[in-house]
Structure formats: C-alpha cells, structure tokens
C-alpha cells in the first residue's frame, strides 16, 4: 500500500475533543498516555464512577499523580476532564450538564469499558458489556460533531469458529436480536454460564458471548453511526510505550507469570505446540486511534468495519513463550520468592494428563499451602496462602481454552490502515506486529511484572539473585530430608508387608520426583536444551518383577524443536553416559528373563548419581 499524505492520525486528532471510557483499565491509561503525548487534541472527557468515597474528579487526580505512565505528561493533564457516570447507570448517570458537555463538544470516542472477568452471573455481563455498551451508543447518536466511534471487542467473541474474518458474526439462532436478548437475561440471568452449558453457543464463558452480542447489538441498532470495531487477542505488556515492558494488571498471561516466578503457582495448563496470540498493549493501543481516524476518511468502506488486532503470521507459540519466560524468571528474580520455580504443564486432555494435574494439584499447591498457611498461623501472621492458591487455580482452568487451542484470525485491515500512514507517523503509531523482538519483548515483559507489578527495583536485582540461589539450595535440602524421613518411616516401622511395602516405594519415589520438578511425558524448561529424567524405583531383591515390576521413566521434550528451526535437535545418546544407557537397557531387558531383578543400593546410588551429574543439579528448579 503506498503511502498517502491524505490520511494522517495527528492532523485528523489535532484539536479534536475525545471521550473515552474505560480509562481506569490497563488498556485504557496507555491509550490516555499515547494520546496526551502525541495528538494535539483540544481536550478529553474521561467517563469515571464515584467509589468508596471518593469522586469522580479525585480517582482521576489520583490516577494522573500516581501512575507512572503519566509522570511525563503533567504539563497536559489539564486537557482532561473527569465526566462522573457509570456503564450500568440508567443514562450512564450522567448529569444533564454533563451530557451537553458530550453532546456539543465531542468528536471522537473511544469505548473500551467492560467487564474483563471470565466468570460470574449472566446479568452481570448483560449489564455492563451489552447494556453499557447500548447506553454510550445511545449518547454518540445524540452527538453534534460525530467522527467516529471506536468500540473495543476481543478476538475471542467468536471463538467458537476456528477461523476468525474481519466482519460480525450474528448468534446462531433463530430468534431476531431483541428476542434472544430478552429471553437471555430473562432466562439465564440469574446463572453463572460454565463452559459447555447450551446458552453460551459453543464460547468458554460469558464474556466472551456478551462481546459478540455487542457487535451483533451496534449491527442491528446502530450502522448509521461511524464505528468501527477492534478486537485485540490476549493484550499483554508493551513493547515500547508508556516505557518496555509496561504492565499494571495481573489478568491473563501476566498474572501466570507473576505467580510462577513469585513459586506460588506450579502448575500451568497450556498445549505447547498451540499459537499464543498475545499482542503487546501499545500496538493495540496504536491500532486504536488509527481505526479512529481511519473510519473517518475517505479511505474507510463498510468492509472495513471490523479490524482484529493480532499476530497474524508473526505468532509464536505457548511453548516458545513459556521456555523464554521461565528461563528469564531464573536471571531477575523478584525479591519476594516464597520457593524455587518450577512449573508442570499439562494440556489436561486425556484421562491421564488429568489425574497427573490433579496429583501434582494436591501436593505442589494445596498440601504447600496448608504448610504455608500453618506457619503462617505458628508466627502469628495473617493466613492467606489457601485462598490465593484458589484464585490461582481458578484462573488456570479459566484460562484453558485459550491456552490449549488455537485460531486463523484475519488481521488485513490493521495492515491495510498501517500502508496508508505517512511513513513518520508509521513510526509514531506502530502497528506492525512484525516489530516485535520476541527474546527482547520476553526479557522486558519479565522484567516489567518485578518492576511494576512486585514493584522490585531494578537496584535489588543482585540480591534477589544471591537470595534465589540460597533459596534452591535450601529448598532442595528440605524437600529431601523430608523425603528421606516419610520414606524411613513407612519402610522400617509401618510397613511389613512385601506387597504394601512395594506400592509405598513406589508412591514415594514419585513424590521425590515431583517435589525436585520433575516431569513424566510433558514438559521441564532448564537453562538449556531437553533433559531427560529417570526414576529407578527401588524393589528389594526378594520380589519377583512379573508381580512387581520396575519401572524406569525416561520423559523428554525439546522447546526449541517447535518453534525455532536453527536449533539443534539433540539426542539422549548426545547427552548422557553411555554406560548409563546400557545400564538402563541392560535391566529392562532382564525384567522378563530373570527369576529375580536384583537391584543393589551400590547400583542404586551409582544410577542416581550419573542422572544427577548428567542433569546438572544446578538447574534443578526446585
């Protein structure tokens, strides 16, 4: 697309009023920041609820003072204008003056107030994500000086298809628009939807139904007015803009992340082969205002209407974006760790992969938490880690339909608006998705959740580090003494016989595997390349292997295999010794030719400490 100097952002917004709703959310403060520090606009009307005793004008007051974003920019804040009113309010509660403020004077708005939970009552979602969104519609047909309306949707409202184009998609239905709606909340008002229940049509949750409701409402009631629809995938921390790595909301992607490397959370439900569409919030935040100038030339056709705001052929993967994540953790550690990292994830598809998820869900969430929180209560602090670790499981199995498939989305219209931009605004309004530097978005994204969200100083990364490394080194220490003990205890006082003695071995050893981080047929991200774990599981050298075999578990998996081409594919033959291999095979293939497997300590001990060189303890991750 050649450029042209006829469709220009910052001439179209240069003395314009805007109205934006939403600016308390993360997405919301950037776009408010990008546009006080590059559109000369006239002035903004932010749409803001009284609450807990405060007003209007003081939540923005204190916004503008306290969050970093605005530290640059407080020669401009007098353009900003709080307009007391709330989505759900009949009228948006907003006073008549107040509304001719907005009537007479705005020209463009910007609509990305909305309810971002994934669970909840129907109504709830009705409510603020239709009935909000009708409400503010409803205000923009009364406007004198209308350009162009900008709603926020996601690219998830039709996630039911596996193929997303750029246009609306009306619900499956045979009912009009005004009669599924009414029998919807009516009906269903009252239910909180799970996934799987008939009324969400085939979509994982609420949200996610009431964003198409939405676009299909502004398709039946309001195409006279100039909207235009962007649908971001999985907003996640800038690139560049406000600063790198800018976050302040722990929802989605961020708030995994911040729970693994603070250890609270171990497990994470992802396919690792599945594209992650997650977009940085500034080019999201770019494709904005452009679409907002954009709808109001001359350039915009009806076929326009809609612009997804996502990767496009620049996707990467979950498993590229969690090795890179999870190795990142490991060099800016946070000051706040409570235990070593290390995360076991599961795709939780078959039977199988479930009754593993839900083992390691008792003993490396509840069963720590329950510790946690015992000497919590012994030191005389508050408890807190029981009912955080639900939130946090909670999330995760919100999470898993979006971390366990994958979409085509069509994202041609952000392309086609960014070939129209003059090439200095080009660079002004990035909206090129083939920008991002994954290895660098990754180190800012981490460096940002300790920077802004644990509010870490970059001043006290050596001693977190130094803090981290004594922490493996006592965590390793106690997780094994404790082993040593329940394995003592139950071998030599409780335990007599052969049969309950051969299961509780058993059950022991894969409790030391699982404390120490290890994983059976899924995935572990060291520092480098694949490892392979092996659990040889002692029998005393009396019990026949027919009635109690051994079991040797070797897991594998390679990150770099899926996702980057240049990576050398290694073998176990390349890794470990080779005297270890034929060990290993030696005694799988004696299991059924033998009258007895006789498996020595010496042996034993001698296996144990081969993996254990080979697997470089030091990149034990707890």
């Given amino acids: 697309m050649t450029p042209t100097s006829e469709f220009s952002v910052l001439k179209f917004y240069h003395d314009k009023t805007i109205f934006i709703t939403g600016v308390t959310g993360f997405v919301g403060k950037v776009l408010l920041e ?24 003081k939540r923005l007051s204190n916004l503008l003072s306290t969050s970093p974003v605005f530290e640059l920019h407080q020669d401009k804040i007098d353009k900003i204008f709080a307009i007391n009113g709330d989505i759900t309010a009949n009228g948006l509660g907003i006073s008549v003056e107040d509304r001719k403020k907005l009537i007479n004077e705005v020209d463009v708005v910007f609509h990305s107030a909305a309810t971002v939970n ?20 409803k205000l923009c047909s009364e406007m004198l000086n209308l350009k162009s309306i900008v709603y926020v949707s996601t690219a998830y409202c039709n996630c039911h298809l596996k193929e997303i184009e750029e246009k609306i998609y009306p619900i499956d239905t045979d009912q009009d628009f005004e009669s599924y709606l009414n029998d919807l909340r009516i009906n269903f008002g009252d239910i909180s939807l799970k996934i799987g229940d008939e009324a969400l049509k085939n979509r994982p949750n609420p949200y996610t139904l009431s964003k198409s409701i939405a676009e299909w409402m502004i398709e039946k009631r309001y195409s006279s007015l100039p909207i235009i629809i962007c649908r971001p995938s999985i907003v996640n921390s800038s690139i560049k803009e406000p600063m790198p790595g800018w976050c302040d909301s722990t929802a989605g992607v961020a708030g995994v992340v911040l729970c693994s490397a603070l250890g609270i959370s171990r497990l994470v439900i992802m396919d690792l082969n599945a594209k992650a569409d997650i977009i940085p919030v500034d080019i999201v935040v770019n494709a904005m205002i452009c679409s907002g100038a954009f709808r109001a030339s001359k350039f915009y056709t009806d076929d326009k209407k809609v612009a997804n705001i996502t990767l496009g052929d620049n996707s990467i993967t979950w498993g590229k974006l969690f090795y890179e994540t999870i190795r990142i953790k490991n060099v800016v550690p946070p000051m706040k760790t409570i235990r070593p990292v290390s995360v076991y994830v599961n795709p939780s598809r078959t039977l199988l992969d479930r ?7 008792i003993f490396s969430h509840y069963l720590f938490a329950y510790l946690f929180d015992l000497i919590c209560v012994i030191m005389m602090q508050k408890r807190f880690m029981v009912k955080l670790l639900d939130r946090v499981q909670k999330g995760i199995y919100l999470l898993k339909p979006f971390t366990c498939n994958e979409w085509l989305f069509h994202n041609n219209n952000i392309q086609h608006m960014n ?5 200095n605004e080009r660079l002004l309004f990035n909206t090129n998705v083939h920008s991002i530097e994954w290895e660098k978005y990754f180190f800012d994204f981490v460096l940002g959740c300790r920077r802004y969200l644990v509010k870490d100083p970059d001043s006290t990364l050596n001693m977190a580090k130094r803090r981290y490394n004594r922490l493996e080194i006592l965590y390793t220490i106690f997780i094994l003494i ?24 058993l059950f022991f050893d894969f409790l030391f595997l699982l404390y120490i981080g290890v994983i059976i047929d899924s995935a572990v991200y060291m520092n480098d390349g694949p490892i392979y774990w092996i659990s040889i599981i002692k029998t005393d050298t009396h019990v026949n292997p027919i009635d109690c075999p051994s079991m040797v578990f070797i897991s594998k998996y390679d990150p770099m295999v899926n996702y980057d081409d240049h990576a050398k594919k290694k073998t176990f033959e390349k890794h470990h010794n080779n005297d270890l291999i034929a060990m290993i095979k030696s005694w799988n293939q004696s299991s059924h030719g033998a009258n007895y497997l006789k498996y020595s300590d010496e042996y034993r ?18």
């Fill in 34 to 57: 990008k546009i006080l520090r590059q559109c000369s606009c006239k002035r903004i009307y932010v749409l803001i609820r009284d609450k807990c005793f405060e007003t209007s004008q």
């Fill in 118 to 137: 994934f669970d909840g009552i129907t109504k709830k979602f009705i409510e603020q994500n239709i009935d909000g969104t009708d409400a503010i519609l």
């Fill in 355 to 361: 009754l593993q998820l839900n083992l390691r869900m």
């Fill in 419 to 423: 070939g129209l931009l003059p090439k």
């Fill in 482 to 505: 404790i082993h040593s003990l329940l394995y003592w205890l139950f071998k030599s006082l409780v335990l007599q016989t052969i049969l309950w003695s051969s299961i509780l071995v």
């Fill in 605 to 622: 001990s001698t296996l144990m400490k081969l993996c254990f060189n080979e697997l470089k303890m030091k990149s034990f991750n707890g």
